[in-house]
Nanobody, 119 residues
Framework: VQLQASGGGLVQAGGSLRLSCTASGLFRIKTMAWYRQPPGGQRELVAD???????KYADSVKDRFTISRDNAKDTVYLQMSSLKPEDTAVYFC???????????????WGQGTLVTVSS
């Protein structure tokens, strides 16, 4: 199982970035999500999107970030706009999924991609 995230980088406050994460080796994905961990902080949920469901966002990113999925490609995106210095963090993608029909659903994590927002 692999979740490959990309798209992080350095951006000025007010700018935009788009993160992508493609999963492989999974049989059934129930939910895909983005989490982030700021320097010295705890990992927190940014947004999630269940298969066939409605997206959910942390209050701190509502109206600025958009999560979307391409189910045919097992890929999740995070479009980030109006970025703030406090959005600086390592962003991780997560898939709540099973690897075979008989295996339980489990959280699988990507390696993280660093987003740095300068003031």
């Amino acid at each position: 199982v692999q979740l490959q995230a990309s798209g992080g980088g350095l951006v000025q406050a007010g700018g935009s970035l788009r993160l992508s994460c493609t999963a492989s080796g999974l049989f059934r994905i129930k939910t895909m999500a983005w989490y982030r961990q700021p320097p010295g902080g705890q990992r927190e949920l940014v947004a999630d999107l269940p298969t066939g469901g409605v997206e959910k966002y942390a209050d701190s990113v509502k109206d600025r970030f958009t999560i979307s999925r391409d189910n045919a490609k097992d890929t999740v995106y995070l479009q980030m706009s109006s970025l703030k210095p406090e959005d600086t963090a390592v962003y991780f993608c997560m898939a709540f999924a099973a690897t075979t029909p008989n295996r339980p659903l489990t959280n699988y994590w990507g390696q993280g991609t660093l987003v740095t927002v300068s003031s």
